[in-house]
């Protein structure tokens, strides 16, 4: 999944001649905390944000008075959801501009949209299990666990990997298809693997954690 395939058809690019009140009025209605200001060339100016026009004290004048000091963070359209979900996460971006090869603006990518397609990335949304897996770095072997899932007639729909701080072990986060994961957690424990912690994933519970997703991404739409 690519920035491209991520761009919202929603977020205005601003062009500099708009009022410090009308951009804060269009973030409110947006839910945003950031729009990008693009030149007549479809050239990135910049990143302008609520609190680059507040701190000015002067939201009855033009925007492009603060161009010049702006951030011009962005994603090139080829770029993977990781890469922009890194970027939104390491400078706290509302939206992510994307570019194309040629520095050309393109548009947006909103925090609501790339939590929504990380969530499908993720299998989020499908039914099943999660098992939390401590494994030393020496020891750990994808194909291993999988085979391990696939022998108890499931199969791996997600995995992901975190580097313990101050030691050499992962966390092995597994989302398996299988709503009861007991048969696969009793083949880890019969084969010396340290699980963490597991969440069976009843329809019940499925049902809880899509009410909790919907709850979130009213929230960000707040």
């Given at each position: 999944m690519t920035a491209q395939q991520l761009v919202s058809d929603i977020v205005p690019a601003l062009h500099g001649i708009e009022?410090?009140?009308?951009?804060?009025?269009?973030?409110?209605?947006?839910?945003?905390?950031?729009?990008?200001i693009v030149a007549k060339d479809d050239e990135f100016v910049g990143l302008i944000s609520d609190n680059d026009i507040l701190d000015s004290n002067k939201t009855d004048e033009r925007i492009d008075a603060l161009s010049r000091s702006l951030m011009k963070p962005y994603v090139f359209n080829y770029q993977h959801i990781y890469d922009v979900i890194e970027?939104?996460?390491?400078?706290?971006?509302?939206?992510?501009?994307?570019?194309?090869?040629?520095?050309?603006?393109?548009?947006?990518?909103?925090?609501?949209?790339?939590?929504?397609?990380?969530?499908?990335?993720?299998?989020?949304?499908?039914?099943?299990?999660?098992?939390?897996?401590?494994?030393?770095?020496?020891?750990?072997?994808?194909?291993?666990?999988?085979?391990?899932?696939?022998?108890?007639?499931?199969?791996?729909?997600?995995?992901?990997?975190?580097?313990?701080?101050?030691?050499?072990?992962?966390?092995?986060?597994?989302?398996?298809?299988?709503?009861?994961?007991?048969?696969?957690?009793?083949?880890?424990?019969?084969?010396?693997?340290?699980?963490?912690?597991?969440?069976s994933a009843t329809e019940e519970n499925n049902s809880i954690y899509q009410k909790r997703y919907d709850e979130l991404i009213t929230y960000l739409n707040l």
């Amino acid at each position: 999944m690519t920035a491209q395939q991520l761009v919202s058809d929603i977020v205005p690019a601003l062009h500099g001649i708009e009022t410090g009140a009308k951009v804060l009025n269009w973030m409110e209605i947006l839910r945003v905390s950031h729009l990008p200001i693009v030149a007549k060339d479809d050239e990135f100016v910049g990143l302008i944000s609520d609190n680059d026009i507040l701190d000015s004290n002067k939201t009855d004048e033009r925007i492009d008075a603060l161009s010049r000091s702006l951030m011009k963070p962005y994603v090139f359209n080829y770029q993977h959801i990781y890469d922009v979900i890194e970027v939104a996460s390491r400078l706290k971006l509302t939206v992510i501009p994307v570019l194309n090869e040629d520095k050309k603006y393109l548009g947006v990518i909103t925090l609501t949209d790339l939590l929504h397609n990380f969530s499908m990335l993720t299998a989020a949304h499908q039914s099943g299990s999660i098992v939390i897996l401590n494994i030393s770095e020496k020891d750990y072997s994808l194909s291993e666990i999988s085979r391990i899932v696939e022998g108890n007639n499931a199969k791996i729909l997600s995995a992901y990997v975190l580097r313990q701080s101050l030691t050499t072990d992962l966390e092995v986060t597994l989302k398996i298809d299988s709503l009861d994961p007991e048969a696969i957690l009793q083949t880890f424990y019969r084969l010396n693997f340290n699980v963490k912690t597991f969440y069976s994933a009843t329809e019940e519970n499925n049902s809880i954690y899509q009410k909790r997703y919907d709850e979130l991404i009213t929230y960000l739409n707040l």
